[in-house]
């Protein structure tokens, strides 16, 4: 099975501007994101529709693709990159790797991959919740699996409810998962999901996973220990760079 990597990555962004290139040491922020994917996969490309970013990655000796502007998603992004990319080679699966987590780990990479020796249309990553507050924390999604470890829902909401027990006791009384925002999609898959309209599920929540679910898509999930650090603000950034300074190893 051929895999490729995928990283969309846009200028515009109402916190942070620029974040892509926003410099961690002595490397751009999505040069970091780069060259963790390309460890694990050796097809990789930062898909964008900013010039800056485009010569950038060329710059740093890696491969870009323009695309359109007008995408409302990093998966509508990374569909369309995907055509362009496939009119030189052809790939079963595509990763997306968010452009804003640096630090990414090449593990998780792996994990997602194995997914794809059972018959997944998608995969996504799924870390255990060990504290109230990340269970109850309407910004960290949850994500509840069947015993194949396949998606059944993904809600804002803690779930499953635990009926007779505290809410501090909940996360002791069960597994629950938090969803961990990497995905890998068959292209033809990806290809489909970019078409959907939004779904009922997806308006109430503000999930876009959840569109897949509703057209009757099989999401499979791996677990990982790794939590990945994503750059979403300035002061994200101070973070990133502190963590840099802790770990030499990066």
């Known amino acids: 099975m051929k895999f490729a990597v995928i990283i969309p990555a846009r200028y515009q962004s109402t916190r942070f501007p620029g974040k892509p290139l926003a410099m961690i040491g002595h490397k751009p922020m999505i040069q970091w994101v780069y060259e963790n994917a390309v460890k694990v996969v050796p097809d990789v490309w930062v898909a964008t529709d900013n ?35 496939s009119a030189d080679s052809l790939f079963d699966v595509i990763i997306n790797v968010q452009g804003d987590e640096p630090f990414i780990s090449p593990v998780q990479i792996e994990a997602l991959k194995s997914c794809f020796d059972s018959d997944a249309d998608i995969a996504t990553l ?11 924390n309407p910004n ?15 809600s804002r909401s803690p779930i499953p409810y635990i009926r007779g027990a505290e809410n501090s006791e909940w996360h002791k009384a069960h597994i629950f998962w938090a969803h961990i925002g990497m995905y890998a999609y068959r292209f033809d898959v990806l290809q489909k999901i970019a078409r959907l309209e939004t779904g009922l599920l997806e308006k109430a929540e ?3 996973q959840l569109r897949w679910l509703e057209n009757g898509f099989k999401i499979n999930t791996a677990i990982t220990d790794h939590q990945s650090m994503g750059v979403d603000t300035p002061e ?11 770990n030499q190893v990066f």
């Open 51 to 85: 010039n800056e970013i485009f010569d950038t990655v060329i710059k740093f000796g890696g491969r870009a693709v323009k695309t359109l502007s007008t995408h409302q998603s990093g998966t509508d992004r990374c569909a369309e990159a995907a055509r362009i990319i």
């Open 126 to 136: 799924i870390k255990r919740i060990d504290s109230q507050e990340e269970l109850f």
């Open 140 to 154: 960290r999604p949850k994500v509840v699996t069947d015993k194949e470890m396949n998606a059944l829902y993904f």
């Open 206 to 208: 503000s999930l876009e």
């Open 236 to 246: 994200d950034l101070q973070a990133a760079l502190q963590l840099l300074k802790k």
